[in-house]
T-cell receptor
Framework: EDKVVQSPLSLVVHEGDTVTLNCSYE??????LLWYKQEKKAPTFLFMLTSSGIEKKSGRLSSILDKKELFSILNITATQTGDSAVYLCAVRWVSAGGTSYGKLTFGQGTILTVHP | NAGVTQTPKFQVLKTGQSMTLQCAQDMNHNSMYWYRQDPGMGLRLIYYSASEGTTDKGEVPNGYNVSRLNKREFSLRLESAAPSQTSVYFC??????????????FGDGTRLSIL
């Protein structure tokens, strides 16, 4: 069964801390892994990773993919209260012998709370 | 720049009632999707439309129908609502046919409660 598992499910830190969020996956015909940030409403896109070992960075956020070990991490340095959100990991995959459509399977999300 | 717009934002229904959730995108995307989000379960795909004129089932399609009215609009219908369909529903869209390689962009969601 295709699945995406995130850990930890929740995390409480103080401003200035560095956090690492994990996403492991088991899917057929992997295509890409995406990270989203969800505050009160719509998930907003952060990163898409397709190749192992290439770090994506955006300000204090960075992410890397390991296709051999089937996981990705999302790092946030010098956390701020505005980083408090649910972080969602999603994997795009294609069913073996099926259509070419790339479906997204989401993990449960990690709830990050940053205290002042 | 509106992006993906969903209506209504909130709705309360009684068991057995029907309703349609509306979604429209102004980004000229080919692919559109409907998800539901339940506590502790992430987002699960209900139906998707890889291009105008096509629709297909996702992971949890039972109890729902969809219509891709045109390239901009993709609606989700509950014919006979059940309490198990209480959830937050998200519409999303992306470039490319068949999902492509681009990220999906989400609307703000519809919070639906069924009593």
């Amino acid at each position: 069964e295709d699945k995406v598992v995130q850990s930890p499910l929740s995390l409480v830190v103080h401003e200035g801390d560095t956090v690492t969020l994990n996403c492991s996956y088991e899917v057929t015909n992997f295509r890409s892994l995406l990270w989203y940030k969800q505050e009160k409403k719509a998930p907003t896109f952060l990163f898409m990773l397709t190749s192992s070992g290439i770090e994506k960075k955006s300000g204090r956020l960075s992410s890397i993919l390991d296709k051999k070990e089937l996981f990705s991490i999302l790092n946030i340095t010098a956390t701020q209260t505005g980083d408090s959100a649910v972080y969602l990991c999603a994997v795009r995959w294609v069913s073996a012998g099926g259509t070419s459509y790339g479906k997204l399977t989401f993990g449960q999300g990690t709830i990050l709370t940053v205290h002042p | 720049n509106a992006g993906v717009t969903q209506t209504p934002k909130f709705q309360v229904l009684k068991t057995g009632q029907s309703m349609t959730l509306q979604c429209a995108q102004d980004m000229n995307h080919n692919s559109m999707y409907w998800y539901r989000q339940d506590p502790g379960m992430g987002l699960r795909l209900i139906y998707y439309s890889a291009s105008e004129g096509t629709t297909d089932k996702g992971e949890v399609p039972n109890g729902y129908n969809v219509s891709r009215l045109n390239k901009r609009e993709f609606s989700l219908r509950l014919e006979s609502a059940a309490p198990s369909q209480t959830s937050v529903y998200f519409c999303a869209s992306s470039e490319g046919y068949g999902g492509g390689t681009q990220p999906q962009h989400f609307g703000d969601g519809t919070r639906l409660s069924i009593l």
